[in-house]
Nanobody, 124 residues
Framework: QLQLVEAGGGLVQPGGSLRLSCTASGFSFDYYAIGWFRQAPGKEREGVSCINSSGGSTNYADSVKGRFTISRDNAKNTVYLQMNSLKPEDTAVYYC?????????????????WGQGTQVTVSS
């Protein structure tokens, strides 16, 4: 059974850092691109970052470029999202999901299924 479990969220002050993890099971993890998404209260879910199957290609939303770094460890079936210089507007539930189209990062609407996510709150 395909499963992705997010962890690492919490409460952090503006300017702080968090590292999220996404641990996968039930599929050939090293064959698929993985994306991170977030959904703030009252807003639609938005793409944050994606990493291809080998880890050699990544992309980021403009709002997080230069602050967030995505990486993966295929030996551990885990993708990470290092978040630095956090801002209150980064507050959201963060989700990871598998690409539905294999090894490359597809358009934002081509990911799934969705887990329960991990809450990130940036507040003083």
């Amino acid at each position: 059974q395909l499963q992705l479990v997010e962890a690492g969220g919490g409460l952090v002050q503006p300017g702080g850092s968090l590292r999220l993890s996404c641990t996968a099971s039930g599929f050939s993890f090293d064959y698929y691109a993985i994306g991170w998404f977030r959904q703030a209260p009252g807003k639609e879910r938005e793409g944050v970052s994606c990493i291809n199957s080998s880890g050699g290609s990544t992309n980021y939303a403009d709002s997080v470029k230069g602050r967030f770094t995505i990486s993966r460890d295929n030996a551990k079936n885990t993708v990470y999202l290092q978040m630095n210089s956090l801002k209150p507007e980064d507050t959201a539930v963060y989700y990871c999901a598998q690409s539905l189209y294999g090894s490359s990062c597809p358009p934002p609407g081509s990911f799934g299924p969705w887990g329960q996510g991990t809450q990130v709150t940036v507040s003083s």
